[in-house]
């Protein structure tokens, strides 16, 4: 069974930083793309941040030069390091990955085929 597990959600103030964890099973994820989408209450689910398989990054605009997305494939992990925190960063955030191997980055929740349960991220002001 495949499951992805995030971590490392939280509370903050503005100005701070987290770094979020999404741990892999069921199977290898290392030649896939994956990303980090969230959803603030009343809002449609965005992505964040994505990686490819062979490790290009790709940011929204709201989050260039504060986050930062990276993989350990040792550790069948996909990080998401969050400085400089806001509160329009308030959201779930959740993992996901594309089952095909090699398949672009995809920019919309349909793209992905396996996600994770989220993470709960409240920054406050």
């Known amino acids: 069974q495949v499951q992805l597990v995030e971590s490392g959600g939280g509370s903050v103030q503005a100005g701070g930083s987290l770094k979020l964890s999404c741990a892999a099973s069921?199977?290898?994820?290392?030649?896939?793309?994956m990303g980090w989408f969230r959803q603030a209450p009343g809002k449609q689910r965005e992505l964040v941040a994505a990686?490819?398989?062979?490790?290009?990054?790709n940011y929204a605009d709201s989050v260039k030069g504060r986050f930062t997305i990276y993989r350990d494939r040792a550790k069948s992990t996909v990080y998401l390091q969050m400085n400089s925190l806001k509160p329009d960063d308030t959201a779930v955030y959740y993992c996901?990955?594309?089952?095909?191997?090699?398949?672009?980055?995809?920019?919309?929740?349909?793209?992905?085929?396996?996600w994770g349960q989220g993470t709960q991220v409240t920054v406050s002001s």
């Open positions: 990686i490819t398989s062979g490790d290009s990054t």
């Open positions: 069921g199977r290898t994820f290392s030649r896939h793309a």
């Open positions: 996901a990955a594309r089952a095909r191997v090699y398949a672009p980055v995809g920019w919309t929740a349909d793209d992905y085929d396996y």
